[in-house]
Structures are given as C-alpha cells and as structure tokens.
C-alpha cells in the first residue's frame, strides 16, 4: 500500500458529512486524517463544532483534534439548513454531550501552520461544507496556495441545478464569495457536485446493510440517515436521499468509482436570481481556464459496498 495521504476535513456536520468523517475514520490504512476543522452552515459553528466530536467519539477516535473556525459567511449573513439536518444538525439517534476537548486553535491558523509545516503538495483538503474557512486561509497565507495537494469539495451543480434556490448548491450559496476566492486561487480542485452526489441514493437495501453491521456506529449512521432522507424523498420523490459529502472520502479512496472532467468554473457572487451559483463550462464554450476537475459520474453501488465496509471497521 502506497503511504498514507495526509488530509484535513473542513466540515459542518450534518448526517451526510457524519458519514465522510465515519468514511475517513473507518480508512487509517490509506487516510491520515491531521484534524478536522469546522465552519458555520447546515447549523451554527456551536453545533457543527459539537457535532465533530460527537462523531469523533462515536468512532472511537477522541485522540482527533477538533478546532472550531469561522461563525459566518465572509461578507453575508449566514443561512442554515436545520429542516433538513434537524435543529441539532445530526437530528435522528440520541447523542450525549461530547466530553473529548475541543483544540484553542482557531480552525483557520490550524489549517495554515499544517500546510507551512508539512512538507509542499503532500496535504489535501477535504471540504465538506462552505468554503469560508479555505478562503479566510488564502487571505491571511496566500503562499499555502502552493503547498496544497488539492481541494477535494463538496459543493455546486450543473445539470442538475441547485438544493437551496433553482440555481445554487446550500455549500457554495452559503459563502459564494469563499468559493470565489478558492476557485480563482490557481489550486487543483476536484469538484462533487449535486450531479453526482444525486445518483448515490440511501436505498432501503443499502441501509439495511449498514444496520446489518449491528455496530453502535453503524446503527447511529443508519438512524442520521433515516432523519436526513426523509426530506429529499418527499422532495425528489425518490426511493432514499443522495448522500453528498462521503463522495469527497470516496474519492481519495477509490478515484476510479468516478467520472468527469476539467472545466471551468466561475462563481456567481453578483446576482440576487443566482447568488452562489456555480458556472460549470462543461462543453468548453468559453476561453477561460479549466480551474477543477468537475465529477459527474458515480459507480453508486461501488460507492456504497466501500461505505459499508469501512463503517464496519470502526
């Protein structure tokens, strides 16, 4: 097995973002995870920084370093997303309050002193929710640019469209100025978009092969998972919801359960109709640069049997 690839998981759990963390904690063989870092979006920095460590604990894992970051958009008030995730934001099991400690360091000077410290292209960031931390990063070291491996995100959509208005994804229209700083900043990105995280579905068979796993983890992944779906099956009329941020996990994981390609991608920060979108120039119709490698093909079933088999480990 090649070495293990040191990663950083910026997220605001969220049941989906519950299952990346238990994806990547369920993975030490080829996933170094060197701290999570958490951000205000699908419930406020207390919840979601909260949540972290309850997930931390579920694992297994209270030696992980949790460190709390920004509490709000770069230049916008924050929107949450509490009637999908449950006001506490992982709504579904019953959680104790967290006991393991949270890290004084601010989750952004966090993320700079790793990338200056390890050595240049060896750290990549997974990110899992708004992108205002990343951003707020590249504003005060815009040298750390250089030394990222790659952005592994969860965040947009094209063919697809948006969750949160017609046009944009809850991630990138929480903080599009975040985006925008991130995607104009020369750093190899790989993009999930809702086109892809809309084909992995939480089936009634895949779910059941979790609970199979009869682990307190595995069950606590099934009940998120039974509060989480509710909503998009009533919204999309499907038989289970997509689980977005664990494609992000996937990924470094298993590339080859993936497809997609290099585009360009320009962030809408200036409409009101379509703040936050995300201007994929999937046919190269345009001049400009491709920026990220836009995904939009999944093997879903691949997808899952890698899911299940690493919650299994924890």
């Given at each position: 097995?090649?070495?293990?690839?040191?990663?950083?998981?910026?997220?605001?759990?969220?049941?989906?973002?519950?299952?990346?963390i238990m994806l990547a904690l369920g993975s030490t063989s080829e996933l170094d995870v060197l701290g999570i870092t958490t951000v205000a979006g699908n419930v406020p920095l207390a919840l979601t920084t909260r949540n972290a460590r309850i997930l931390c604990e579920l694992c297994g894992r209270t030696d992980m370093m949790v460190f709390?970051?920004?509490?709000?958009?770069?230049?916008?008030?924050?929107?949450?997303?509490?009637?999908?995730?449950?006001?506490?934001?992982?709504?579904?099991?019953?959680?104790?309050?967290?006991?393991?400690?949270?890290?004084?360091?601010?989750?952004?000077?966090?993320?700079?002193?790793?990338?200056?410290?390890?050595?240049?292209?060896?750290?990549?960031?997974?990110?899992?929710?708004?992108?205002?931390?990343?951003?707020?990063?590249?504003?005060?070291?815009?040298?750390?640019?250089?030394?990222?491996?790659?952005?592994?995100?969860?965040?947009?959509?094209?063919?697809?469209?948006?969750?949160?208005?017609?046009?944009?994804?809850?991630?990138?229209?929480?903080?599009?100025?975040?985006?925008?700083?991130?995607?104009?900043?020369?750093?190899?990105?790989?993009?999930?978009?809702?086109?892809?995280?809309?084909?992995?579905?939480?089936?009634?068979?895949?779910?059941?092969?979790?609970?199979?796993?009869?682990?307190?983890?595995?069950?606590?992944?099934?009940?998120?998972?039974?509060?989480?779906?509710?909503?998009?099956?009533?919204?999309?009329?499907?038989?289970?919801?997509?689980?977005?941020?664990?494609?992000?996990?996937?990924?470094?994981?298993?590339?080859?359960?993936?497809?997609?390609?290099?585009?360009?991608?320009?962030?809408?920060?200036?409409?009101?109709?379509?703040?936050?979108?995300?201007?994929?120039?999937?046919?190269?119709?345009?001049?400009?640069?491709?920026?990220?490698?836009?995904?939009?093909?999944?093997?879903?079933?691949?997808?899952?049997?890698?899911?299940?088999?690493?919650?299994?480990?924890?």
């Amino acid at each position: 097995m090649s070495q293990r690839k040191k990663i950083i998981i910026d997220t605001d759990p969220g049941q989906d973002d519950a299952a990346a963390i238990m994806l990547a904690l369920g993975s030490t063989s080829e996933l170094d995870v060197l701290g999570i870092t958490t951000v205000a979006g699908n419930v406020p920095l207390a919840l979601t920084t909260r949540n972290a460590r309850i997930l931390c604990e579920l694992c297994g894992r209270t030696d992980m370093m949790v460190f709390a970051g920004a509490n709000a958009p770069l230049k916008r008030p924050l929107v949450t997303a509490e009637h999908v995730h449950g006001k506490t934001g992982l709504d579904g099991p019953e959680f104790d309050e967290p006991t393991m400690p949270l890290q004084d360091k601010h989750a952004v000077d966090f993320i700079i002193d790793t990338l200056r410290a390890e050595p240049a292209g060896s750290v990549t960031l997974c990110t899992l929710g708004p992108l205002t931390n990343v951003a707020l990063a590249l504003q005060r070291a815009p040298e750390i640019a250089g030394r990222i491996a790659e952005i592994v995100m969860m965040g947009g959509g094209f063919f697809e469209g948006g969750n949160i208005t017609p046009a944009a994804e809850f991630n990138i229209y929480v903080d599009p100025e975040a985006a925008d700083l991130v995607f104009r900043g020369g750093i190899p990105i790989v993009m999930m978009p809702l086109d892809v995280t809309h084909k992995v579905l939480t089936l009634k068979t895949r779910v059941e092969k979790i609970r199979a796993i009869g682990s307190r983890p595995a069950i606590a992944l099934v009940e998120m998972l039974e509060f989480f779906e509710r909503f998009d099956i009533e919204k999309y009329g499907s038989d289970g919801g997509p689980l977005h941020d664990p494609t992000v996990i996937a990924y470094l994981l298993r590339p080859e359960l993936f497809g997609g390609r290099d585009c360009n991608v320009e962030i809408e920060t200036g409409s009101q109709l379509t703040a936050g979108m995300t201007v994929v120039d999937w046919w190269q119709v345009t001049e400009r640069k491709p920026n990220a490698r836009v995904m939009r093909d999944i093997d879903a079933q691949g997808f899952f049997d890698l899911l299940t088999e690493r919650v299994a480990r924890l």
